[in-house]
């Protein structure tokens, strides 16, 4: 099936997977098998039936960066009340991460990264931003990953990415992270909005508040109703309408009914349809030109029902960003 939808940025509608097994961004393993769950339910074949040409790229393979937190050294990086779990490893992974989203994007095809935790959300938007320096962001979570060293209550890295691709509290990084001084663009404040916040920690509140990020919660999307939220973000974020934007979509911004299986569920969150209308609205738009589908732990299921429902969730969110239409 030909999609009705136009992708501005593509015309020759090719599409890379690249996938990010990794979970050393926080503490339960299982995430790093995401990105072949999403595969085997048939991703790759899905968007090829929506007219995209689909390429596969892995830049962490036999790098043993892809190992669960069970199977790796702890390291703990401290200093004064600062702290980050494991920043070796998840520097490591997200700069080869970086990397290829860089090249990727730079070749003006459609990067669509699988993870894997969202600490690669880091690597994303740096990599995306690096070849479309005018790209804003729009962040699908129940979690703000917005934590710096300083502000984390966990240490865990998945709840830092958005602070490291603005480059906040540049001076508490691990010396790992190095790497992201050459990206060529830190992402704005006005250029990043949030949708689906319900579970924001107290030191992220005020980072939010002092940049004036524009953050749709959970009350927003029951007040103003899922579609005027996405206008409301959309005509924050890219006001002359033209820029391309990267969605990077944590599944747990759905309710834990719809995506059981992830690490952090929150209760209070987006409906199915809710979570698949911004995909499809921004698609609309013709300037949807990166995804992220982070957060899908097969681990975490308690029966064979909860794998399936998240990893089709994850999948639906691809279908729906890369085209699919209801009728
Ligand atoms: N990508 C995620 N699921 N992040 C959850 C982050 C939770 C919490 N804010 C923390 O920093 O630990
Ligand atoms: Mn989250
Ligand atoms: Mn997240």
Not at 53 to 59: D, R
Not at 292 to 315: K, M, Q, R, W, Y
Request: negative net charge; contains cysteine.
């Amino acid at each position: 099936m030909e999609t009705q939808v136009n992708y501005n940025f593509y015309p020759n509608k090719e599409v890379t997977i690249i996938s990010a097994p990794f979970s050393a961004g926080q503490r339960n393993g299982g995430v790093e098998k995401g990105p072949k769950y999403l595969l085997k339910h048939g991703l790759k074949e899905d968007l090829e039936a929506l007219g995209w040409k689909v390429s596969l790229e892995e830049p962490l393979k036999d790098s043993g960066l892809d190992l669960p937190p069970s199977e790796i050294s702890q390291e703990i990086f401290e200093a004064g009340n600062s702290r980050m779990r494991n920043p070796t490893i998840v520097g490591q992974a997200t700069e080869k991460i970086f990397e290829t989203v860089k090249s990727v994007a730079h070749k003006k095809v459609f990067p669509l990264t699988i993870g894997g935790d969202h600490a690669i959300g880091m690597s994303t938007l740096a990599g995306f931003l690096d070849a479309y320096p005018d790209a804003c962001v729009l962040w699908i979570d129940a979690h703000a990953d917005i934590n710096t060293p300083d502000t984390s209550p966990s240490g865990n890295l998945h709840g830092f990415p958005v602070s490291f691709a603005m480059g906040l509290k540049r001076d508490l990084w691990h010396k790992q992270f190095d790497w992201l001084d050459n990206a060529r663009t830190k992402l704005l404040a006005n250029r990043i909005a949030y949708i689906g916040l319900r579970d924001v920690d107290a030191g992220e509140k005020v980072i939010l508040r002092e940049l004036g990020i524009a953050a749709y919660s959970m009350y927003h999307v029951d007040k103003y109703g899922i579609a005027k939220v996405v206008e409301m973000a959309l005509s924050k974020i890219n006001p002359s309408g033209k820029s391309p934007v990267h969605i990077s979509y944590d599944v747990d911004a759905l309710d834990p009914l719809f995506t059981p299986a992830t690490g952090t569920p929150v209760r209070g969150g987006l409906t199915f349809r809710e979570g698949m209308y911004i995909v499809e609205a921004v698609a609309e738009t013709g300037n949807l030109a990166a995804l992220d589908i982070v957060e899908c732990n097969p681990d975490l299921a308690i029966s064979n029902v909860h794998e399936f429902d998240t990893i089709a969730a994850g999948c639906a969110i691809a279908k729906s960003a890369l085209g699919e239409t209801l009728v």
